[in-house]
């Protein structure tokens, strides 16, 4: 890389911000005004700066990305699922970069029936989202959403599927989704606040007459809530759902009468989180009811829903968390995991006889798949693991059968997953918690020390990070890399009480678990600091600024993706997207106690002189997550801090948002940047 340029340095233009008469100099503040011309230019000088460095990779980046695609089935479809009548089919086709959704009436021999090419409505766009696909119990009309720009802003549409015509009706700025009334003819959404891009509005559209017209159904106005709109499997309820971090609520009518009221199923009560199915006159409720921390299955009638009506069916168990229920006529299928293991766990309505799948290895990933068919004793479920391709499963529930009906092809005639070892392991964190991390990499890499490593994590939000196959991976395997996820606190993997000890006031629980693992990785030969690199995106992006402020020496690289790093401003910003919703997560640091503590750790606030990786920062000008500017501003500060001369890169693209490029291909040449940008520093050319 060359080191002759002379990187961009962003004018500092000092900002007093003040909190509890804490005085914070912000000498980049400006960077936040997407209309500012001079900050544009700082992005675009960035940009060319990591341009001109990394231009000998230029040729390198194609070839990944050409090795990364040819892996792909560029003429690929989905395993068809049979609703109400149709099978619906996504498939892709050779050369385009889109889906197109299409269906069969009846049998899978049937004349094709093409819903929607993306290819088709994406023409003219940098960026192309096609979401919220619903189909009325007539099978004649479609509702859908498109956004051209990636904030997740859609625009929602009706097309008639008897004549192919897109109707008059139109309604802009909804969040996606969109659900049918069984009247074939009232349709509800939801609405975002302009600035916030909170979904806060549920509104009722009868086909046919002008959008002005919608009725506002319900308001969300509590700031730390969003609200969705869904129908129930049995096609009974329409259901409002109003969820925050910690607490939730639903109201349900019945769908056979879209004019009648909304009734609260039960009213929110701060801390009480529940989600509702319905079967035969009863809803199932998942809920923490009780001090239940890893969640239980209860049931209620379903003209008697408050929670004085609950009873337990699936009592609480302090090893096992309940992620989630499905519901056919005659079984339940629970979700659970243990250990930090999927398990997926079935019951027969008539009782007796109850058992889980069996999987042999501690590396999978395993999860109920698309199920909409109430009638069925077939249960659809995805399995993969970090060296085995993604396979969707049918399962008879009755004679314990299975069916492969599609595993993912990795093309190109190389891959063999027997030349892969997958293993977990256990780092002991600081306080003496075991942390798993799953590990995969080719058979004839030695525990010398020496490797190249990438260490992957998350830890926000509850979200496990299951060990999930990525064909994408291989570009690195196949090259000595290993490849490792930490199971840090933060996320769920190891139950609620692991996503409780990793936010609010034990949040650097996540930061320090992920140190500890790479001290682990260190110790027990995987590899060494001037190998290890480290990614993460998103709140994964806050736990990359995290650490390399606190352990800046364990690492040579680092990858940072769409990264939240400006944590005390932007908790202090209610007008940004997200933040009111964010409170039970990090903090109100409104409150004195809270501020102090996102001070503490927030990495913008905490650059310091001092050594730093090196580093590749990607962003999105139009991000709706994480705003542009928090990278931004990052990177300006560590360019005038950092006492090395290791690289650092802000590449940010122009045209999308926190998603990336929307294209299925598109991604991948991102993935390549990421990728070259490790293996240059790995000497490796090819």
Known sequence: MTDTLVPPLAAKKDTVLEKHGDQRIDSYYWLNDRENPEVIQYLKDENE????????????????????????????ESVPYLYNGYYYITRFEKGKEYPIFSRKKGSLTGEEEILFNCNEMAKGHSYFNLSGLNISEDNKLASFSTDVVGRRIYTLQIKNLETGEILADKIENVSGAAVWANDNKTLFYTTKDEVTLRSDKIHKHILGTDVKNDELVYHEKDETFNSYIAKTKTKKFLVINSSSTLTTEFQILD???????????????????????????HFYIVTNKDKATNFKVMKTPDNATTKENWVDIIPHNDAVLIEGIEIFKNYLVVEERSNGLNKIRIMPWSGGGAYYLPFEIETYSAFVGTNVDFDTEILRYGYQSLATPYSVIDFNMRTKTKEVKKELEVLGGKFDKNNYKEERVWATATDGTKVPISLVYRKEVKKNGNNPLLQYAYGSYGHSMD????????????????????????????????????????????????????????????????????????????????????????YNG????????????????????????????????????????????????????????????????????VQYWEPAKWVAKLRV?????????????????????????????????????????EGIKE
Not at 49 to 76: N, V
Not at 255 to 268: H, Y
Not at 519 to 527: A, S
Request: glycine content about 8%; overall charge negative.
């Open 467 to 554: 060990p999930n196959f990525d064909s994408t991976i291989l570009s690195l395997l196949d090259r000595g890399f290993i490849y490792a996820i930490a199971h840090i606190r933060g996320g769920e993997d190891m139950g609620r009480q692991w996503y409780e000890d990793g936010k609010l006031l034990k949040k650097k629980n996540t930061f320090t678990d992920f140190i500890d693992c790479s001290k682990f990785l260190i110790e027990h030969k995987y590899t060494n600091p001037k190998k290890l690199y480290a990614q993460g995106g998103s709140a994964g992006g806050l736990l990359m600024g995290a650490v390399i402020n606190m352990a800046p020496e364990l």
């Open 49 to 76: 700066y990591y341009e001109q460095m990394t231009a000998h990779t230029k040729s390198f980046q194609k070839d990944l990305f050409e090795e990364m695609k040819a892996r792909i089935k560029e003429d690929d």
């Open 558 to 625: 680092v990858l940072a993706g769409v990264p939240f790093v400006d944590v005390v401003t932007t908790m202090l910003d209610e007008t940004i997207p997200l933040t009111t919703g964010e409170y039970d997560e990090w903090g109100n640091p409104n409150d004195k106690k809270y501020y102090d503590y996102m001070k503490s750790y927030s990495p913008y606030d905490n650059i310091r002189a001092q050594n730093y990786p090196n580093m590749y920062v990607s962003t999105g000008l139009h991000d709706s997550q």
């Open 641 to 681: 801090m950092k006492t090395d001369k290791n690289l650092l890169f802000l590449d940010t693209n122009m045209d999308a948002g926190h998603g990336g490029a929307s294209g299925r291909f598109e991604s991948l040449k991102e993935l390549a940047k990421e990728f070259s940008f490790l293996l240059d520093l």
């Open 255 to 281: 769908a056979n009468k879209p004019n009648d009221k909304f009734k609260v199923f039960q009213r929110r009560t701060r801390g009480l989180e529940y989600t509702i199915s319905h079967f035969n006159d």
